[in-house]
């Protein structure tokens, strides 16, 4: 089944070391993005990818970078985790960019950071 | 500044009978409003969708209502069935999605 992975599903870290997330697609979507969601609150976009070029969006921390080596790949590492950056870490891909198309998210990772 | 509010962050309904869920918005250029539903341990699933040129969506179940000069949209499910037990999403937008924060559903066998 076509899908998105995201792996781990949980991770721990410490504060202030870095941290990757990974993210996965074999829908072989043009468009990936990162959500930041924390507990009790409205997924929030960080930026996303309409194939290379990246997209940042306005509020998001400079501690958030993005890597896209591929289609089917993406990665969020947040060089300097601090304890406001625990949540849960969601990836979406789309087709295309554009009104109206679907987003198609994966599973999640939780973030913890001590 | 939250553009897209869901009021009620919880609602229980008995099988059976119509659940509603209600979300409001502010931004009059949303173009594209979808519902999300979203299990435990697992990411949101697109669930229905409409467009600004339109005030009604249906497909099985369920029906999304647009007013847009109200800025609300809701999402009908009936009959509500225990599987329907989740948490609900509206997300507002064009090329970009902003969600609103969630209702819990249960639905009561």
């Known amino acids: 089944d076509a899908m998105v992975i995201q792996n781990p599903r949980y991770q721990v870290t410490q504060f202030g070391k870095p941290v990757t997330l990974s993210c996965s697609q074999t829908l072989n979507h043009n468009v990936m993005y990162w959500y930041q969601q924390k507990s009790s609150q409205a997924p929030k976009l960080l930026f996303h990818?309409?194939?290379?070029?990246?997209?940042n969006e306005a509020d998001t921390p400079d501690n958030f970078q993005s890597r896209r080596p591929n289609t089917s790949f993406c990665f969020l590492d947040i060089r300097s985790p601090g304890l406001g950056d625990a949540a849960m870490y969601l990836c979406?891909?789309?087709?295309?960019?554009?009104?109206?198309?679907?987003?198609?998210f994966g599973p999640g990772t939780r973030l913890l950071v001590l | 500044d939250q553009q897209v509010k869901q009021n009620s962050p919880s609602l229980s309904v008995q099988e059976g009978r119509i659940s509603i869920l209600n979300c409001d918005y502010t931004n009059s250029m949303f173009d594209y409003f979808l519902w999300y539903k979203k299990y435990p341990a697992e990411g949101p699933t697109f669930l229905i969708s409409i467009s600004s040129i339109k005030d009604k969506n249906e497909d099985g179940r369920f029906t999304v209502f647009l007013n847009k000069s109200a800025k609300h949209l809701s999402l009908h499910i009936v009959p509500s069935q225990p599987g329907d037990s989740a948490v609900y999403f509206c997300?507002?937008?064009?090329?970009?999605?902003?969600f609103g924060t969630g209702t819990r559903l249960t639905i009561i066998p």
């Open positions: 979406a891909t789309s087709r295309r960019q554009g009104l109206g198309e679907t987003q198609y």
């Open positions: 997300a507002c937008g064009n090329e970009k999605l902003t």
């Open positions: 990818y309409y194939d290379k070029d990246f997209n």
